[in-house]
């Protein structure tokens, strides 16, 4: 429906997405009743499908692959940490956490046939997280003339902050096979690298999404890299990660 740009017929969609119209009408069925789709209004009130028209909600839009799409697949997947495995204390996701930075779930995962959905699924992150730091928090970005981001994936992130803050000289930092396939990106440095290590100088460092990967001691030596990273005086470390409110005082977190 965003590609066609309008509301669709069953028909229509089964042409579009290559499903059979008897399959595909139990999905939207579904999908309309859990609200992620609307039925637009029949005026003739005939039973005929085709006189049925579907249309998009703003869930909807949310989930398309230049939002949330891939974000939400990967989640109802399996390539990471899972509640089942945090609950029991057991299984591959939880080992993950408590793993030293020589065994690192990152480098694991490259074989893992989820891989290419796992990349989406970051990009997909990256864009939705970036979009929120630029609208709310653009003051944080102020006098920084160079920012890393640590773990910077592909570099989406610091590539939209340098064109929303121009005056930004960027640095995407993250793993080699990482960095292997990551495409040119105007303003933007990519250094491959381990944050365990050996980490590339900047006036700030951006970790975005990386601290709830390791665990506290883990997650110590990184903050220590950072400080490492920056001027003593004047050096930033922007975080930008999820908050759990554990007294459920604040909706938001
Ligand atoms: C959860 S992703 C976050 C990606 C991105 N910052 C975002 O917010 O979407 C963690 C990133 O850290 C990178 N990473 C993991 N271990 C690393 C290490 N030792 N050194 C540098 N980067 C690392 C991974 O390759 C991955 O791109």
Redesign the pocket.
Known sequence: MEIHDGPMTLSQLSVAVGCPADTLHRIMRFLTHNGIFKKELNLSKSQDPESLYYSQTALSRLLTRDKIGFFVLALAGNP?LNAKDLKSGKGSSVKSINAS?ED????MIKDDPVYKLFQEF?????KT??MAVINYCPKAFEGIRCLV??????G??IGMLVKAFPWIRGIN???P??IAGASPIDGVEHVA?????SVPKADAV?????L??WSDDLCIDILKKCKEAIPADTGKVII?DAVIDEEGGDEYT
């Open positions: 990471g930075p690192i779930f990152w480098d970051l990009a997909c992150h990256a997280a970036t981001d640590f773990g910077g994936h592909e989406m992130a930092f993250d793993l096979n990482v690298g381990n944050m365990f290590e951006m970790l975005m999404w990386i709830h990967d930008v």
